[in-house]
């Protein structure tokens, strides 16, 4: 924790200068997914949200204490009228005074009712559920965030290597140049070189274009702004060789009890359960007790509370209660209600099931693509090394007119390929790795000292 607030620290304050680009390891944007990213916000939001659930539902069990009181000024008292004297007369009598006030309080008390200890187990479980899903949320945040930062690494490769490539194009160019102005080679010959050259320029300017987007992307994963600058310092050499030093997931055991989407469903059918105890539950009573205390005020002068006012009179009342409640009978709803919660218990126990061997299979075959991988870049890499040996080659032989200038363009065509099928082998890598990790269920680059 003490890191990541340095970091932020860091980063605030580069932000406030706005001049200086922001250096940005791997390690470093994966630390600030954990913190900006606004799904990781948004599930931490959730936790706290079930920790709220779980103070309401312990609340429901302990005395609740009410107070209340009204005045009343009754301008008009109300009449009754009977024949008192039986003289054929009808008298009016006006009952009551004119000012009254009453207070009451009140206490009431959970005595037995299951369902309140299902709930408070329940609420447990969901805190449960919202810490898991922020848990997965931290990881799906920085396995983008880190196949973003590959990707990122690999279009500045990219670029580099086109720019590198278009360096070698001019420089062929100019050589032909000279040879045409001493009459050596033919004016399509420049200009084969000089298509070459226009293409790799073309192929410059989007590779420049794709890394703006891949920018923006890992700003938006690190919740950054996108008018930062960012200046990756983890390199693709760097990165390959954590990849490699991967290689020690490949003898990992795989614990599907320790995974952190067979502990999402395991919690969700805990919760399922608890749902079928509460409808099972609800054959037995509910009971509860009370206690409540009024005292009541009248008078015939505004300050109903003088007891030396007129007709004044006060009053006080207090009892308590114990009530009890048992549907003896629902027509059979209760019993088929609890029956269909059993029968989602027994749905969720089959998807438990199925998800233990889909996650087996998940990383076994990420294992399988992993190893593939970084045999695949090792491959690519002997591929570019022998390529640039036949560009040197033939670029000398160009000089001395003993190649043409579409062999030229073909070797370098082809080392140009070479070049980018192992950027992409790399990546591929570098991304499979990031998914063994996730298939393994555990957290990306965890052990990233970078």
Known sequence: MKQLLLLSAFI?????????????????ALALSETNNADVRVQSLEKLVAKKVLAQNIAIGLPSVSVGGNYVDNIDLPSQFFDINQDGVIDELKFGTRYSSAGQLSVNQLVFDGSYFIAVLAADVLKGIADISYEQSVINARTATAKSYHMLVILQGNVDNVM????????????????????????????????????????????????????????????????????????????????????????????????????????????????????????????????????????????????????????VFSSWNVSAKWDLFTSGRRLA??????????????????????????????????????????????????AKSILDDTQVKLKAGMATSMAFTQVQSQYQQALSAQLSAAQQALNNHVHLEQALGQSTHSSLND
């Open 12 to 28: 605030m304050g580069t932000l406030l200068s706005a001049q200086n680009p922001i250096q940005l390891s791997l390690k470093q």
């Open 164 to 315: 590198k490539s278009l360096r070698i194009a001019a420089g062929a160019v100019d050589d032909m140049q000279a040879m045409y102005d001493e009459g050596l080679v033919e004016q399509s010959d420049v200009d084969q070189l000089a298509l070459n050259m226009g293409q790799l320029e073309s192929a410059l300017a989007y590779a420049k274009s794709m890394h703006t987007v891949s920018a923006n992307l890992l700003k938006l994963q690190c919740g950054l702004s996108e008018d930062v600058t960012l200046q990756l310092t983890s390199s693709l050499t760097s990165l390959m060789l954590a990849a490699n030093q991967g290689r020690s997931l490949l003898d990992k055991q795989f614990d599907v009890n320790g995974h952190v989407d067979y502990r999402a469903l395991a919690a969700q059918r805990l919760g399922q359960s608890f749902i079928m105890k509460n409808e099972a539950i609800q054959f037995l009573p509910k009971v509860y007790a009370g206690y409540a205390l009024s005292q009541q005020y009248v008078s015939e002068g505004a300050n109903v509370w003088d007891v030396s006012g007129i007709s004044a009179n006060n009053n």
């Open 337 to 386: 209600k609890f029956q269909e919660e059993q029968i989602k218990l027994q749905e969720i126990d089959i998807l438990l099931g199925q998800t233990a061997q889909a996650l087996a299979i998940q990383q076994s075959t990420a294992k399988a693509e992993f190893q593939h991988a970084l045999a695949d870049y090792q491959l690519q890499s002997r591929n570019v090394t022998m």
